[in-house]
């Protein structure tokens, strides 16, 4: 009988994204899926408590990962919070892409759209808390409840600027998604200048070409 082998973290995530883009579905059973990739059922428990719980650890991977490549760079730590959202965004979608299939996968086969999606609970965590730690200027009122609201309406408002860039990702049919960086530019830079009370061409740029991407799709 062959040595079962040892595997780590990311080795579960790596032969789960495979097997289920292999056979279009889930392992039927966590037994079946360690014995098909020789490795101890009880390892699989080390990391995870259920498939379900891996497809959230894949996302919050795609994060994890974007996180660290950005940290190794020191021209990001210099970044204001504006540049260095927007390179977040450029590197985790780079992350998406090159994981496309499973992303299209993983998300396509839920029916109640992204925002409800359990798989993505881990990752909102995650981005929110990267989002509030970003030093984002909000207005300064002095008061504990107004702010407590903004840094709250502030993380669910960025949650959903990411739920729409992906969405407008997967819908993307443009060469290098190309579009897809066109509308993390506008749209990021359009909150931006929102927040710091500019003038509202980037609003208007990004309605324009939001308007212009609706009808070409129709």
Do not use: C
């Not at 579905?25 to 009880?42: L, R």
């Not at 504990?144 to 609201?149: C, G, H, I, S, T």
């Not at 990411?162 to 509308?183: A, C, G, N, Q, Y």
């Amino acid at each position: 009988m062959a040595k079962k082998k040892t595997v780590s973290k990311n080795d579960i995530i790596s032969l789960y994204m495979d097997y289920v883009l292999e056979h279009d579905q889930n392992p039927k059973t966590v037994f079946a899926f360690a014995k098909t990739n020789n490795f101890e059922e009880a390892q699989f428990y080390e990391f995870f408590s259920s498939f379900e719980a891996i497809e959230k650890g894949v996302f919050e991977a795609f994060f994890t990962n974007s996180i660290n490549a950005l940290n190794n760079s020191e021209d990001y730590q210099n970044f204001d919070a504006r540049n260095k959202l927007l390179s977040f965004y450029y590197t985790f979608f780079e992350n998406l892409t090159a994981n496309r299939s499973y992303v299209n996968f993983s998300l396509n086969r839920h029916k109640h759209g992204l925002k409800g999606l359990k798989i993505l609970s881990g990752l909102k965590v995650h981005f929110t808390t990267y989002v509030s730690e970003l030093g984002i200027q909000m207005l300064d009122l002095k008061q504990e409840q107004f702010d407590k609201f903004q840094q709250r309406s502030l993380k669910e408002s960025a949650w959903f600027q990411l739920l729409v860039t992906m969405k407008f990702w997967l819908d993307d049919t443009s060469p290098s998604f190309e579009k897809t960086d066109i509308f993390i530019e506008k749209s990021v830079n359009t909150t931006f200048d929102v927040l710091d009370i500019a003038p509202l061409k980037s609003v208007i740029d990004l309605g324009k070409f939001l308007f212009k991407e609706k009808m070409n799709m129709n």
